[in-house]
């Protein structure tokens, strides 16, 4: 049996779809073997080729976006309330757009508190957390007065 030999193009846009889904979703849609778009992906040959294409389709989807929300807008302003689909596309064009050129797609925040309380503050803290969740239980327990 001969081996399938894919072209440059063929690969990039197998390794971008795998980028913007994943490996087994870009070998069901452009049936090339999920093993061979894994394996392009992780070729740092390829990866020229791949920003260059990510870029350019990045560059399109922000055009797409854009013209989406412009037709949203319109559709709103002229009453027309078949817009769900027009919503669902913009949406994702610019969650695609965000994947591609790096920016967020989600938000999470954390914040350190280690460093702006004393010792004695912290341990008070959680000694406080404790009543509130125990109802006060957590007292007696450490005191060892029994629970009446």
Not at 28 to 50: C, K, L, Q
């Amino acid at each position: 049996m001969a081996r399938r030999r894919y072209s440059r193009s063929e690969k990039v846009t197998a390794v971008v779809a795998a980028d913007m889904t994943s490996a087994a979703a870009a070998a069901r849609s452009t049936g090339i073997p999920e093993r061979n778009i894994t394996r392009w992906r992780d070729d740092p040959a390829m990866a020229e080729y791949v920003q260059k294409t990510r870029d350019a389709l990045a560059d399109d989807i922000r055009i797409a976006a854009a013209v989406a929300w412009d037709q949203l807008i319109k559709r709103i302003r002229s009453g027309d309330i078949e817009t769900r689909d027009l919503i669902v596309a913009a949406g994702v064009a610019v969650d695609k757009s965000q994947l591609l050129t790096g920016g967020a797609t989600s938000r999470t925040e954390a914040r350190d508190l280690t460093g702006t309380f004393s010792d004695e503050r912290v341990a008070a803290l959680i000694r406080e957390a404790d009543e509130i969740a125990t109802g006060g239980r957590a007292a007696e327990a450490a005191a060892g007065t029994p629970e009446g």
